[in-house]
T-cell receptor, first 111, second 113 residues
Framework: ETGVTQSPTHLIKTRGQQVTLRCSSQ?????VSWYQQALGQGPQFIFQ???????GRGNFPPRFSGLQFPNYSSELNVNALELDDSALYLC??????????FGEGSWLTVV | GENVEQHPSTLSVQEGDSAVIKCTYS??????FPWYKQELGKRPQLIID?????GEKKDQRIAVTLNKTAKHFSLHITETQPEDSAVYFC????????????FGRGTSLIVHP
């Protein structure tokens, strides 16, 4: 059974740029959620995708957007990067409303 | 929406002592409470969970208790070991629909040998 994988693991971007983070869900999982975890904080829910449709969204601005593909993998896109976007971005997959498994995350630094 | 408060933010104990981390939640509809352990630079990993129809659950040295009336739940770790050192997060969610847990801010547990 393949776990949740994320790429890239680390990246550095300049303020104002755009970034795309990728997530491959665990085998058999059809739901993907994205979280932002700033240093010293708990994960904050960004949004969730279920069968390629957005299925819930946290308190994040529209410049945070996402996609889910037919194979249930997902992308998180962030436009017009700000310094405060620097964080660990976690992807979690699950089967419908079941308990989620987290990926190792993508560390984003905005300078 | 749901709000989860977690205390303490840092907990330092001697090896062999017990550690207790407490969380409160605001939404009485929440019925599923997982606990995650996150080691430095690693992903959060589910260590134990409890559903609202149960008051206590135990798994070896780890136990979780839930008081639905007071809307609080706690993680208990007995006979702590240095490898228990990590950040622990509680969360609350509603099952049956989308699984979107609300996390606490985390407790950094340090176990001194």
């Amino acid at each position: 059974e393949t776990g949740v994988t994320q790429s890239p693991t680390h990246l550095i971007k300049t303020r104002g740029q755009q970034v795309t983070l990728r997530c491959s869900s665990q085998s058999g999982h059809n739901t993907v959620s994205w979280y932002q975890q700033a240093l010293g904080q708990g994960p904050q829910f960004i949004f969730q995708y279920y069968r390629e449709e957005e299925n819930g969204r946290g308190n994040f601005p529209p410049r945070f957007s996402g996609l889910q593909f037919p194979n249930y993998s997902s992308e998180l896109n962030v436009n017009a990067l700000e310094l405060d976007d620097s964080a660990l971005y976690l992807c979690a997959s699950s089967w419908s409303s079941g308990v989620a498994s987290f990926g190792e995350g993508s560390w984003l630094t905005v300078v | 929406g749901e709000n989860v408060e977690q205390h303490p933010s840092t907990l330092s104990v001697q090896e062999g002592d017990s550690a207790v981390i407490k969380c409160t939640y605001s939404d009485s509809a929440s019925n599923y409470f997982p606990w995650y352990k996150q080691e430095l630079g690693k992903r959060p990993q589910l260590i134990i969970d409890i559903r609202s129809n149960v008051g206590e659950k135990k798994d070896q040295r780890i136990a979780v208790t839930l008081n639905k009336t007071a809307k609080h739940f706690s993680l208990h770790i007995t006979e702590t070991q240095p490898e228990d050192s990590a950040v622990y997060f509680c969360a609350a969610s509603i099952t049956g629909g989308s699984y979107i847990p609300t996390f606490g801010r985390g407790t950094s547990l340090i176990v001194h040998p």
